[in-house]
């Protein structure tokens, strides 16, 4: 009896805890849930940081709280796209069937430019769930990776789905307007003046056309469409930049009135003023930009904006005394890191500059933009246009230490590294490529066989080339030639050939997987398919490193 009411005692302690344990996941359910909706309250009112404490606590209590992970991946897309593509990822995870949730993930990527994870997300969506917006967005990714021909397809296909609307035939219409095929062209041509008659499109029409006919220098098709724009009520500026460029070449007494007229109307506004003044230097009209100072207030005169536009005119114009007079004594504000890269212009063609205080100057330049990624990328522009190929990359590397558009700034650095030829520049690229995406296959497969080069070896980077392999299953034969080759460095040849076995027999087309391929090959005496390999990685754009594992394992078939 005594051992029954202890057992008994028991059974009630462990349902006692159990069941507190149960109200207090209630309890916590329910403190995320409230504050996953303060979240949404906060995001809707634009109080935006509020809204990011609020959904961030959510999340510290509920993982899974999909409505704060919602507010975050909004939170993120106009700050970090890439950050919003994980949040969306998340969600995916949490809703595997829905639709919606893959469709949002592919807005991300789209946003984000990663075309391959957008794709991914495509992909999953059952046929049944392709309509309107799915073919918009296939239509918008395929955009981003550069494929007009495909994107114009994909609008097509929009336009027959259920909910369509004369944006979607715009769509087509501006991808086919300026397609070589001749007859898509004049149809475009033909479909635009037709959705001109759209109040809502109408515009966009005449304004698309009006660009069109510019390039095309079919001056008298263009007219109509630039007198419309600049008959409307309240004309666009961009309409009053491209009626210029086209009185330019049709009317020179109408451009320079329209000109005189344009420094009237915004003498008192920097910013369109800068632009006109912009505009006159793409064009070549550097004369009448040079008097443009004398045209605005003071005040616009001395606008940091209206600065850096007039300190392009100096310097197309090359002369270098007044753009050092220019860019001196004024603070620029935001754009301060524009002025000091035109005063280094400026004195670094006068010769009255060290060395040290050149670099120096630079380094200021490249702190003053705050790490933000537009004005990094004017500056790595304007590096590349002076010839300043090391200030251009440091340039490109803080973008890739910033806060946004990282890839960006990586892959314009891999580009380069690659024409380069620069083993270790690309290493370095890879290695902050998978800072920023740590569950991307490819890139630890770049970083393991770029390593490997460069005589690094570790555990990690061999279990990931292991990892990769057995996961991949045969789609991405560098995998398994970069595992091959790991293996074949630690001496476990049987094991390298072994895993070359499992390849498909035409998988080794790339000239770097035919030369790893071919140095296996050649120590377990296999010369002849050693030999056709090597002739494959012989005619391919190969790293130094490469080159010289070409050269002596080729030699030892001799």
């Not at 292991?466 to 476990?492: C, I, M, S």
Request: aromatic share 8%; proline share 3%; hydrophobic share 45%.
């Amino acid at each position: 009896m005594r051992s029954a009411a202890l057992g008994f005692i028991v059974l009630i302690l462990v349902f006692a805890q159990t069941s507190r344990a149960g109200l207090l996941d209630q309890f916590r359910s329910w403190q995320s849930h409230m504050a996953s909706e303060t979240a949404v309250k906060n995001f809707e009112s634009k109080k935006m940081a509020e809204a990011a404490v609020s959904a961030r606590r959510a999340i510290q209590l509920d993982h899974n709280n999909k409505q704060a992970i919602d507010i975050l991946a909004k939170l993120s897309a106009a700050v970090s796209p890439d950050n919003e593509v994980r949040w969306r990822q998340r969600l995916v995870e949490l809703e595997p069937g829905s639709s919606d949730a893959l469709l949002d993930l592919v807005q991300a990527a789209i946003d984000a430019r990663q075309v391959e994870t957008g794709a991914k997300a495509l992909a999953k969506i059952p046929e049944n769930d392709r309509h309107l917006r799915f073919f918009r967005l296939a239509a918008g990714l395929s955009l981003v990776a550069g494929d007009q021909r495909q994107a114009a397809e994909l609008y097509r296909q929009a336009t027959t789905e259920k909910g369509a609307e004369n944006a979607d035939q715009f769509n087509v219409a501006a991808l086919d307007l300026g397609a070589a095929d001749s007859e898509r062209s004049v149809a475009a041509e033909k479909a635009l003046a037709s959705l001109s008659s759209d109040p809502e499109l109408a515009v966009k029409c005449h304004r698309l056309l009006a660009s069109h006919f510019i390039t095309t220098k079919d001056f008298p098709s263009a007219r109509p469409h630039i007198d419309y724009l600049l008959a409307v009520d309240k004309v666009d500026f961009q309409d009053v930049i491209m009626a210029l460029d086209f009185f330019s070449f049709v009317d020179r007494a109408k451009f320079d009135q329209l000109l005189t007229n344009c420094f009237v109307r915004f003498q008192n506004e920097a910013l369109p003023a800068s632009q006109i003044v912009r505009w006159l230097n793409a064009k070549g009209f550097l004369a009448e930009a040079k008097t443009s100072p004398g045209k605005v207030t003071p005040g616009v005169a001395d606008d940091p904006v209206f600065r850096a536009a007039y300190a392009d005119t100096l310097t197309d114009l090359k002369d270098w005394n007044a753009l050092k007079e220019w860019t001196t004594g004024h603070d620029w504000g935001p754009d301060e890191y524009l002025r000091i890269a035109y005063q280094l212009r400026a004195r670094r063609e006068l010769n009255n500059i060290m060395l040290s205080e050149f670099q120096i100057g630079w380094d200021q330049a490249l702190a003053r933009t705050q790490q933000q990624a537009d004005c990094l990328s004017v500056l790595h522009s304007l590096a590349t246009v002076w010839g300043w190929d090391a200030e251009a990359e440091k340039a490109l590397w803080a973008g890739a230490n910033g806060q946004t558009h990282q890839m960006e700034a990586l892959q314009a650095l891999w580009k380069m590294y690659q024409e380069k030829k620069n083993t270790r520049g690309l290493f370095r690229v890879a290695n902050r490529m998978l800072e920023l995406r740590s569950a991307d296959k490819v890139i630890k497969n770049n970083v393991v066989m770029l390593g490997s080069l460069l005589g690094i070896d570790n555990n990690l980077f061999r279990e990931w080339a292991k990892q990769n392999w057995e996961e991949d299953h045969g789609a991405h034969p560098e995998f398994a030639t970069t595992y091959a080759y790991v293996l074949f460095q630690r001496g476990k040849t049987d094991d390298a050939v072994a895993v070359l076995g499992k390849m498909n027999a035409d998988a080794l087309n790339k000239p770097s997987d035919a030369l790893y391929a071919g140095i296996i090959k050649a120590t377990t005496g296999d010369r002849e398919d050693a030999k056709r390999l090597f002739d494959i990685a012989a005619g391919g754009d190969l790293l130094p490193e490469e080159q010289r594992l070409l050269s002596q394992n080729r030699s030892k078939l001799q």
